[in-house]
T-cell receptor, first 114, second 115 residues
Framework: GDSVTQMEGPVTLSEEAFLTINCTYTATGYPSLFWYVQYPGEGLQLLLKATKADDKGSNKGFEATYRKETTSFHLEKGSVQVSDSAVYFCALRYLGGSQGNLIFGKGTKLSVKP | GAGVSQSPSNKVTEKGKDVELRCDPISGHTALYWYRQSLGQGLEFLIYFQGNSAPDKSGLPSDRFSAERTGGSVSTLTIQRTQQEDSAVYLC?????????????FGPGTRLTVL
């Protein structure tokens, strides 16, 4: 079945370090891809999205490129801040069908130390 | 309202009791989703509404779970005869039309604890 696999956490980085969180997907169709973030004590928020191959989603210094050839959507940020500490979820969603639900990876917890 | 709201924020119940969880979507959003977030299973899809209809109930884990939506707005997720494995955070999300590129906006969740 369709699924999303993302790197296991937790990931601990120092402030200003480079961040990569790997995400790969398995899908029978052509999904849209998303990164959601959950800050401590808060609900899930959309961070960025890409709806077709080679699209790059970006927000708050984070970027991810939809790579159809490698079925990947890795999240990157050039210089993380303490305030980026959160759980990050990669997700996919289909272009067609009646569902429209998101299929999530298991989440990667990021801790950024000052 | 400004965002998706859910109530209660926390619910503690005894095994075997029924519980009702409520979701108020963003005004005008026709699509509504229920998810469950638990330590062992991550984020799981439960059910999807388009208007008042639920075309996809495939994620409901058992027949103890049911959901309804009335007036194309508020939705209620009911769990009958709760079990300890039902303990989780139940999240509701809404989107404007339910299309694949639509952004889903999540509520803060209801944390359910079954003793």
């Amino acid at each position: 079945g369709d699924s999303v696999t993302q790197m296991e956490g937790p990931v601990t980085l120092s402030e200003e370090a480079f961040l990569t969180i790997n995400c790969t997907y398995t899908a029978t169709g052509y999904p849209s891809l998303f990164w959601y973030v959950q800050y401590p004590g808060e609900g899930l928020q959309l961070l960025l999205k890409a709806t077709k191959a080679d699209d790059k989603g970006s927000n708050k210094g984070f970027e991810a490129t939809y790579r159809k050839e490698t079925t990947s959507f890795h999240l990157e940020k050039g210089s993380v801040q303490v305030s980026d500490s959160a759980v990050y979820f990669c997700a996919l969603r289909y272009l067609g069908g009646s569902q429209g639900n998101l299929i999530f990876g298991k989440g990667t917890k990021l801790s950024v130390k000052p | 309202g400004a965002g998706v709201s859910q109530s209660p924020s926390n619910k503690v119940t005894e095994k075997g009791k029924d519980v009702e969880l409520r979701c108020d979507p963003i005004s005008g959003h026709t699509a509504l989703y229920w998810y469950r977030q638990s330590l062992g299973q991550g984020l799981e899809f439960l059910i999807y509404f388009q208007g008042n209809s639920a075309p996809d109930k495939s994620g409901l884990p058992s027949d103890r779970f049911s959901a309804e939506r009335t007036g194309g707005s508020v939705s209620t997720l009911t769990i009958q005869r709760t079990q300890q494995e039902d303990s989780a955070v139940y999240l509701c999300a809404s989107s404007s039309v339910g299309g694949s590129t639509d952004t889903q906006y999540f509520g803060p969740g209801t944390r359910l604890t079954v003793l």
